[in-house]
């Protein structure tokens, strides 16, 4: 295997699409490549097969050129769907930048394209001192933004970027994302970002959108 291509994907918020864009593509990728998705942090699981599971990551499972043990895929799991600094003070367990960190340099090189999701938007505290950016910065890793379409995306799509530039880091591209239904003026306000924003555009996810006709930039 050549250097392994690694991407974090971020996005705007939670519940933009991070997990239904890195589905696609992974499949996209496993068109011509191997490509494996993983979820690091996840917050809200039910047990299945007697361990807590989480519906992203068995969703980058699936998706994945090669299925990894759940535990491999997401090592860091919490039954209640609240931030998870909290989540993990509830259950005693501390999530650390180091620990991250050593997960994904004992994970990392299984194929040639790894997909990181993360958990919540940029700046998501691990705990009262640490944020997942900084694992990202940790691991020196390109980062895609899914930008979900909808109304206020403006304003978190230019923070978000701004401030994974000013964190030193690469930003692969942007992604905006129809989620469950187009907004209002999608076209305007999808037109303002590819003005404004000046990292590359990967493209466009519309409602149900399907491998089929995906297009995709700078990949
Ligand atoms: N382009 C899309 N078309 C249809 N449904 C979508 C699309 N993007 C997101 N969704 C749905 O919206 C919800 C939130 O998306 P999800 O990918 O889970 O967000 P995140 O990972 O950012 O929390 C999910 O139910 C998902 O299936
Ligand atoms: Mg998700």
Same mark, same amino acid.
């Given at each position: 295997m050549t250097q392994q291509t690694v991407y974090f994907v971020t996005g705007t918020d939670t519940d933009v699409g991070k997990t239904y864009v890195s589905q696609l593509l992974l499949q996209y990728f496993n068109q011509s490549s191997t490509a494996i998705g993983y979820k690091p942090? +996840?917050? =809200? +699981?039910?047990?299945?097969? =007697?361990?807590?599971?989480?519906?992203? +990551?068995?969703?980058?499972?699936s998706a994945s050129s090669l299925q990894l043990a759940y535990k491999e895929v997401n090592p860091i799991c919490f039954k209640e769907p609240i931030a998870p600094h909290i989540?993990?003070?509830?259950? $005693?367990?501390? #999530?650390?930048?180091? $620990?991250l960190t050593?997960?994904?340099? /004992?994970? /990392? $090189?299984?194929?040639? #394209?790894?997909?990181?999701? =993360? +958990? =919540?938007?940029?700046?998501?505290?691990?705990?009262? /001192?640490?944020?997942?950016?900084?694992?990202?910065?940790?691991?020196?890793?390109?980062?895609?933004?899914? @930008?979900?379409m909808k109304l206020g995306c403006l304003n978190h799509a230019l923070l978000t970027l701004e401030t994974i530039k000013q964190d030193g880091l690469i930003i692969k591209g942007w992604i905006a994302n129809q989620c469950d239904s187009p907004m209002n003026f999608y076209e305007e306000n999808l037109a303002y970002l590819k003005?404004?924003?000046? @990292?590359?555009?990967? $493209?466009?996810? /519309? @409602?149900?959108?399907?491998?089929?006709?995906?297009?995709?930039?700078?990949?």
């Open positions: 942090i +996840a917050a =809200g +699981a039910s047990m299945n097969d =007697g361990e807590l599971k989480n519906e992203d +990551a068995l969703i980058l499972q989540a993990s003070e509830m259950v $005693g367990e501390s #999530i650390t930048v180091s $620990g050593q997960w994904w340099n /004992k994970s /990392k $090189g299984q194929c040639d #394209i790894a997909l990181i999701e =993360g +958990a =919540g938007g940029w700046r998501l505290p691990l705990n009262n /001192k640490e944020y997942l950016s900084s694992f990202v910065k940790d691991i020196q890793c390109e980062v895609i933004v899914v @930008v979900g003005q404004h924003v000046d @990292v590359p555009f990967i $493209g466009e996810i /519309k @409602v149900n959108q399907t491998i089929d006709n995906l297009i995709l930039s700078h990949l």
